[in-house]
């Protein structure tokens, strides 16, 4: 009989907890582990306001739960629970039930309107991935109507928008509003002066898990004020209208737009999991993230993330990404530990590395044991979510995230603006690419028809160049090299005359040829006039010791490699490895002392065309896609994570 862990949820700390699971059995067949989620993927909470206010796609904040966990010991099944039973370990939906011998929750959070008046009825929350599409679609919407609207009163609640809260996502979510209010101010043809932007917090001071008042008073004096943000403190909301809504003080204040992030509480609803409940409806918890029953710990149920209430003398634990994903490890270690029965569970620590906080694309602060604000914490923030997402996802999910952050963002909101967004059809790249090919072709063709098929030519040059005289370190280390290696070369000699002879007839053939083929005839490789730079002494010994035995082979295969680049670039195949082993190339030969200026062509000639130059009129457009579709398929691939994501240009 197998034992049963079930994880419900999905979120960071069901994530984690899967992922800790399969570390430790996935070379055991007696354990077999489940994760089960309402939808199919996992969402990046931490990036909902960058959808909701325009900056990246929709699905920049989704990663497919089965391709995480692709080749992993954990079924992902797509389902919602209904129905719980804890004590006979039982859990159900409407389609299917769950027996189980451990339990994980990790069902999340949801937002906490704290009784307000309206506020669940009419205002907009940015609590999921469908809050954060509808959110966007809403938002774009209200500029558009404005555009066409003529009263004034109307027109000045369209343009309204106010954030309820002031933690982390109120205030990114500010954030991401009054920087798309240029954007759509352009669009919609509206004046920017005509768009309030309101930050509404019923404290007297926001961002109250960042313990640095500098920094917060970097983000209202200076950020808020830059993007067109009104901050108002202690101003608790009581009450929301579907056109309005009342702060404490009596202010009515006219929108349609009000972002409820004031607070979270554990996910309720129709499942009851007979635990003992605490603040915001949390599920009480031991030190080893074991759930309470009547202040008891139940045997095989833990519990993980934002729905876990736990306090030890650091604190109550945040409902934050560290804390779910260091609870969910705990919670993982110490099944673990129940399974293989060693009986001594791990005591959950609370340890933190930091804060930050984005406002808008290129703005924000960091604590991070030290203080950061500006463009570097934003640097800090990129750099803490590909850590993740490369955890997580491998590079299949860094390149997507680079993609949506990087390279695909529009209206210059990334944190280095639109520098490396800004495209260029591919097609322009076309007669370079063939022309560098051409290059190479004439470089390995030149090369055969002056013997390097047949006689040693490097390592002596190698060595006058470098001012070493007739190299007697490289005779030295050829009269030294075994017997079967000096047969190789010669057998590699005798073989390559036929070639050579073929060589030379063709560049015959060509000197006969007018025309821009006569430049291969009278072409010298690079390397023929003044040296680019001066081979250093490592380089030297290289040659001397490693290559000369084996001058001739090098050689060959040197002069083949040559050939195939410079056939891949005219036919477009295989581009980007080919243009990779370009750039080493150029750079090694320049080492040997051999290369002249011509030969920064070949290195710059490579970058240039590293990226798509051979889907345009080149055979990649069709054996890339072809190559893909069968690679991702493969285990490895899967298990790796060694793949790009699909596309829709693809």
């Known amino acids: ?47 909902l ?34 129905e719980c039973d804890i004590p006979n370990h039982h859990v159900a939906s409407a389609k299917r039930s769950y027996d189980f011998d451990y339990l994980i929750l990790a069902i999340g959070s949801e937002p906490n309107f704290f009784g307000v008046k309206g506020a669940a009825e009419n205002s907009h929350t940015l609590w999921s991935y469908q809050d954060a599409v509808k959110l966007r679609a809403h938002v774009e919407h209200m500029f558009e109507r404005a555009s066409y609207e003529d009263d004034p009163i109307e027109r000045k609640r369209l343009l309204t928008f106010a954030v309820c809260g002031g933690g982390f996502t109120g205030v990114e979510m500010v954030g991401e509003l009054g920087e798309s209010k240029k954007h759509f101010c352009l669009k919609y043809n509206i004046n920017p002066d005509d768009v309030t932007i309101y930050n509404i917090e019923a404290m007297d ?20 004020k ?11 909301i009581v009450e929301v209208n579907p056109d309005s809504f009342i702060l404490a003080d009596g202010t009515v204040i006219p929108s349609y737009t009000l972002i409820w992030s004031a607070g979270i ?19 009480n918890v031991n030190e080893y993230m074991q759930g309470l029953q009547d202040g008891q710990p139940i045997k095989g149920i833990y519990v993980a993330g934002d729905c876990a209430s736990y306090q030890d003398k650091q604190g109550f634990m945040p409902q934050i990404v560290q804390a779910a994903e260091q609870s969910a490890h705990t919670a993982a270690l110490n099944i673990a530990e129940e399974i293989i029965g060693t009986g001594k569970l791990h005591v959950h620590e609370q340890k933190y590395n930091g804060f930050m906080v984005s406002v808008g694309s290129r703005q924000g602060v960091a604590n991070i044991g030290f203080l950061a604000s500006g463009w570097f914490a934003i640097f800090v923030k990129h750099f803490v979510n590909v850590y993740y997402q490369f955890m997580v996802a491998g590079f299949m999910q860094v390149a997507n995230y680079l993609k949506h952050e990087i390279f695909n963002i529009k209206n210059k909101r990334s944190f280095v603006g639109a520098h490396f967004s800004k495209r260029s059809p591919n097609f322009w790249m076309v007669p ?21 098929f047949k006689s040693p030519q490097v390592v002596n040059t190698v060595n006058y160049l470098a001012g070493n005289g007739a190299a007697q370190g490289a005779a030295d280390a050829v009269s030294a090299a075994t017997g079967a290696a000096q047969g190789a070369a010669d057998a590699v000699s005798a073989a390559s005359d036929a070639v050579a002879e073929a060589a030379t007839q063709v560049t015959e ?10 430049w291969v005839v009278d072409h010298k490789p690079a390397g023929y006039g003044e040296a680019l730079v001066k081979a250093p002494k490592f380089m030297v010994w290289i040659m001397n010791h490693w290559v000369a035995p084996i001058e001739v082979p090098v050689q060959i295969m040197m002069v083949i490699m040559e050939i195939l680049i410079g ?54 457009y069709y054996v890339i896609p072809w190559l893909k579709k069968r690679w991702i398929r493969t285990k490895l691939a899967g298990k790796s994570y060694l793949y790009y994501d699909h596309s829709d240009d693809e």
């Open 1 to 47: 009989m197998k034992t049963k862990i079930l994880i419900i949820g999905g979120s960071y700390a069901g994530v984690k907890a899967g992922k800790t699971l399969h570390k430790i059995f996935r070379k055991n067949d007696d354990v077999e582990i489940t994760l089960v989620d309402k939808n199919p993927f996992h969402t990046l909470m931490t990036e």
């Open 49 to 82: 306001h960058e959808v909701a206010g325009h900056r990246t796609e929709a699905d920049s904040i989704k990663i497919d739960l089965r391709k995480i966990f692709r080749g992993r010991k954990v079924n992902v099944v797509t389902d919602e629970i209904t």
């Open 205 to 224: 001071r926001i961002l109250g898990m960042l313990n640095s008042d500098k920094l917060v008073k970097k983000i209202e004096d200076k950020y808020f």
């Open 226 to 236: 830059k993007l067109g943000v009104t901050l108002l403190k202690n101003s608790a």
């Open 265 to 283: 509480k554990c996910v309720e609803g129709a499942t009851d999991f007979c635990l003992d409940k605490g603040k915001g409806s949390r599920i």
């Open 432 to 452: 370079f690419r063939i022309w560098l090919g051409f290059m190479w072709l004439t470089e390995g063709v030149v090369k055969i028809a002056e013997g390097w």
């Open 509 to 518: 053939t060509i000197a006969k040829l007018p025309g821009i083929f006569q």
């Open 567 to 620: 056939l891949a670039f005219m036919g477009g195949l295989f581009t980007f490895p080919m243009a990779l082993i370009s750039i080493v190339m150029t750079v090694a030969i320049a080492l040997t002392g051999m290369a002249d200026i011509t030969m920064m062509w070949y290195f710059f000639g490579a970058i240039a065309i590293l990226m798509g130059a051979g889907r345009t009129f080149g055979l990649d």
